[in-house]
């Protein structure tokens, strides 16, 4: 039984106000400000909830849910709604809440809460029965005779986490057992959500030390699942009744806050709501605009984040349309027609977020400065960004050979859930599984990134290239020897942003370790446990450093590319190698092609003046220009002469493989160029960097050599040398 659930009527927090909805038919400021409330989980009244049974019809005191019900599914069957009613009833009957309240009332407020979010029948009905096998006499198989196997799954499912006490330590077993036996269907989740939400508005009387416990637990474990869900009604509520009960002094701060804008005579959001909306019926786009105010803790983080509050912190403006391609349509008109804050602009249509989220996010600028953000969205995209996986039905297809236990395949299932599902099996132990759970919850951010063959990964904001690895191959990321990130070599300790592409570059040597480096730069559960399960089994390996992707520099720096030690090819300035004609504009002066970026014709140049009287010649993108610059150095105007013959160093980026040199140093003759040196460096993580400096008779020829090069089996990158700048 659920002890948490106390009396409704006891004073608790005050919910936010209700979004507004502004229709353009209408004229008058009041009327525009007629109400049309985001999805209201709080309509609920005792006297509805009981009333008398009679065979053969609804019961009244189920009438609310039937309502909801048919506001979403018209065509639901009710029957097994009617049933599952008398069954909960006379199984609760003489049952009471710690309020004095017949215990129906909590299985029937359970209910009404994902009616209200659209969830179909099958849910329904098995919220209504979720405490009758834990509490009453009725099992398992009287509900499957009863209800069918689907219902019986979905009560099993929420009697295993009732059983789980989420917060105590010798918990983390019972916990990763419940999620291999009910995370395969949200819908168990949903209705658990959906339970904690009415206990904790219902939480009283509860003596305040265990108020804060069952508070705390909400925050870090089950709030963090409903927004994975994308159940964001859940969510929002839960979170404000959560900053009541752990912050009362913030959260009344918030309240007065909010009471205060609430009082202020012109309301910026309105006005601007105005505008939008003739915008879009001057460009014939059908579209309604909503405020959506903001929730109690959304206020109290942008309080933080702002200090001052103005009038448009208050809500934000949502517009709905009936197509995908509206969206775009209504953007295109906002950014044209008001005044944009281009950096607030996110595309989730596009790419949507690992909840199921879809919107464009905008936002336009008043010319008091107030910024007015704004979501785009379509009816449809609106109900899943509401009401997440209850809104997608019943995603299976029950038949003869579904299983009696076990996962059962979900097509809609979220990835951070198939994820979890995944890692939790390759859990060292318990204790490494329930903190890396904890760790991923309050993870609240996803970034998407690209592959090369066009497909995505989902990763928490501030995953590496480690993660995309061990995302992507799982324990095959051992053998990861590299990554381009859009496109340029990056070591595995990259941070990947949002958008980027990632490449990695997976070594041949099937004996290919982690590094225990690795474990620094790892963010996922995934990673992390699939690292630490290998050193476990391999206590001596994994001694390896990062050096993937390593850029450190050659000998030639371009301060100290004047100093006859650098190389025997430069040891006399005055003297310059063969290559590339160069001219500078101080005639007389020598000059010479700087080590460190190599440049050839047509390379765009420039000249610095350094010790000796010798100007050299870097390309205008080498990073030793922007250091002399900010040094004060003049630049000297140079330009290409006549001459075509250049000197150019290359390195090259390979796996480790016999006879590699060999090849290497073939490719280069057949394509006429000159080696004047070559060094190897130690093979590192199966890679291994050569750096060779050639001359060739024709600058012309050296993307073709490049391409040569890359074609040697093993080599997987070619590029010019290009050196950081020394340090200030």
């Given at each position: 039984?659920?002890?948490?659930?106390?009396?409704?009527?006891?004073?608790?927090?005050?919910?936010?106000?209700?979004?507004?909805?502004?229709?353009?038919?209408?004229?008058?400021?009041?009327?525009?400000?007629?109400?049309?409330?985001?999805?209201?989980?709080?309509?609920?009244?005792?006297?509805?909830?009981?009333?008398?049974?009679?065979?053969?019809?609804l019961p009244d005191a189920i009438s609310h849910v039937v309502e909801a019900h048919r506001a979403h599914h018209p065509d639901a069957d009710l029957e097994p709604l009617r049933r599952a009613y008398v069954l909960a009833e006379s199984s609760h009957r003489g049952q009471m809440r710690k309020s004095g309240e017949p215990y129906i009332t909590h299985p029937l407020a359970v209910t009404l809460i994902l009616a209200e979010l659209g969830a179909e029948t099958t849910t329904l009905t098995a919220s209504l029965l979720h405490d009758t096998v834990e509490d009453t006499d009725v099992t398992l198989e009287q509900v499957r005779e009863q209800f069918g196997e689907e219902v019986r799954y979905l009560v099993d499912g929420v009697t295993k986490l009732e059983k789980v006490d989420y917060g105590a330590a010798a918990e983390p077993e019972t916990f990763r057992k419940m999620l291999v036996a009910t995370g395969s269907d949200v819908r168990v989740m949903s209705i658990k959500l959906a339970d904690r939400l009415h206990n904790m508005r219902?939480?009283?009387?509860?003596?305040?030390?265990?108020?804060?416990?069952?508070?705390?637990?909400?925050?870090?474990?089950?709030?963090?699942?409903a927004e994975r869900l994308g159940v964001q009604a859940l969510k929002t509520e839960l979170e404000d009744l959560v900053f009541a009960i752990l912050h009362p002094e913030e959260y009344e701060h918030t309240r007065e806050l909010i009471a205060e804008n609430a009082a202020r005579q012109g309301d910026p959001l309105a006005e601007v709501a105005d505008e939008m909306r003739g915008v879009l019926r001057d460009a014939d786009i059908q579209a309604e605009v909503l405020i959506r105010p903001r929730h109690?803790?959304?206020?109290?983080?942008?309080?933080?984040?702002?200090?001052?509050?103005?009038?448009?912190?208050?809500?934000?403006?949502?517009?709905?349309?009936?197509?995908?391609?509206?969206?775009?349509?209504?953007?295109?008109?906002?950014?044209?027609?008001?005044?944009?804050?281009?950096?607030?602009?996110?595309?989730f249509i596009a790419v949507p977020k690992f909840n199921l989220y879809q919107s464009l996010h905008t936002a336009v600028a008043r010319p008091d400065g107030q910024v007015v953000e704004v979501l785009i969205r379509t009816h449809q995209m609106h109900k899943?960004?509401?009401?997440?996986?209850?809104?997608?039905?019943?995603?299976?297809?029950?038949?003869?050979?579904?299983?009696?236990?076990?996962?059962?395949?979900?097509?809609?299932?979220?990835?951070?859930?198939?994820?979890?599902?995944?890692?939790q099996e390759a859990a060292p132990d318990p204790d490494t599984f329930w903190s890396t759970l904890r760790e991923d919850l309050a993870q609240d951010r996803e970034i998407t990134v690209f592959r090369p063959d066009g497909g995505t990964l989902g990763l928490p904001e501030g995953a590496t290239c480690v993660d995309a690895a061990y995302?992507?191959?799982?324990?095959?990321?051992?053998?990861?020897?590299?990554?381009?990130?859009?496109?340029?070599?990056?070591?595995?300790?990259?941070?990947?942003?949002?958008?980027?592409?990632?490449?990695?570059?997976?070594?041949?040597?099937?004996?290919?370790?982690?590094?225990?480096?690795?474990?620094?730069?790892a963010h996922t559960p995934a990673a992390r446990i699939a690292i630490q399960r290998w050193l476990a089994t391999h206590p001596g390996g994994g001694a390896g450093t990062e050096e993937e992707g390593d850029t450190r520099p050659d000998p030639a720096d371009d301060t100290a590319s004047?100093?006859?030690?650098?190389?025997?090819?430069?040891?006399?300035?005055?003297?310059?190698?063969?290559?590339?004609?160069?001219?500078?504009?101080?005639?007389?002066?020598?000059?010479?092609?700087?080590?460190?970026?190599?440049?050839?014709?047509?390379?765009?140049?420039?000249?610095?003046?350094?010790?000796?009287?010798?100007?050299?010649?870097?390309?205008?993108?080498c990073a030793a220009v922007a250091h002399m610059k900010s040094r004060g150095r003049a630049e000297i105007g140079v330009r290409w002469?006549?001459?075509?013959?250049?000197?150019?160093?290359?390195?090259?980026?390979?796996?480790?493989?016999?006879?590699?040199?060999?090849?290497?140093?073939?490719a280069i003759a057949l394509e006429g160029a000159e080696i004047v040196s070559a060094t190897v460096e130690p093979p590192s993580q199966q890679r291994v960097r050569h750096t060779y400096t050639l001359q060739l008779a024709d600058a012309a020829h050296l993307p073709a050599l490049m391409r040569a090069m890359r074609d040697v089996?093993?080599?997987?990158?070619?590029?010019?040398?290009?050196?950081?700048a020394p340090a200030s």
């Open positions: 039984m659920s002890a948490e659930a106390t009396n409704p009527a006891t004073p608790g927090p005050v919910a936010p106000t209700a979004p507004q909805a502004l229709t353009a038919s209408v004229a008058p400021a009041a009327a525009r400000r007629k109400s049309r409330p985001r999805i209201d989980l709080r309509r609920l009244g005792r006297a509805a909830l009981l009333g008398p049974a009679v065979r053969g019809r219902t939480l009283g009387v509860m003596r305040p030390e265990k108020q804060a416990r069952i508070a705390k637990v909400t925050r870090d474990v089950l709030i963090p699942l109690f803790v959304s206020v109290h983080r942008v309080a933080r984040k702002r200090g001052r509050l103005r009038g448009a912190d208050f809500g934000r403006l949502l517009v709905l349309v009936n197509e995908d391609a509206d969206c775009y349509g209504v953007l295109g008109e906002l950014h044209t027609c008001m005044t944009p804050v281009v950096s607030e602009f996110k595309d899943v960004a509401e009401a997440g996986v209850v809104a997608l039905g019943n995603p299976y297809a029950p038949g003869a050979d579904d299983p009696v236990d076990g996962e059962r395949a979900d097509p809609t299932r979220p990835g951070w859930l198939s994820r979890l599902l995944d890692w995302a992507q191959y799982g324990e095959d990321a051992h053998a990861c020897i590299g990554a381009r990130v859009n496109g340029r070599l990056a070591t595995l300790s990259t941070v990947l942003k949002d958008g980027d592409t990632v490449q990695l570059l997976m070594g041949q040597d099937p004996a290919s370790e982690p590094s225990r480096e690795w474990l620094e730069h004047a100093r006859p030690t650098d190389s025997a090819a430069d040891s006399t300035p005055a003297a310059r190698p063969r290559g590339a004609d160069v001219l500078a504009d101080r005639p007389g002066v020598p000059v010479r092609l700087a080590g460190c970026c190599t440049p050839v014709p047509p390379d765009e140049i420039t000249g610095f003046t350094v010790r000796g009287g010798v100007v050299t010649v870097h390309r205008v993108g002469g006549d001459t075509a013959a250049c000197r150019v160093t290359l390195v090259a980026e390979s796996f480790g493989r016999p006879h590699l040199l060999a090849d290497l140093t073939e089996p093993g080599v997987y990158d070619v590029s010019r040398a290009q050196h950081q």
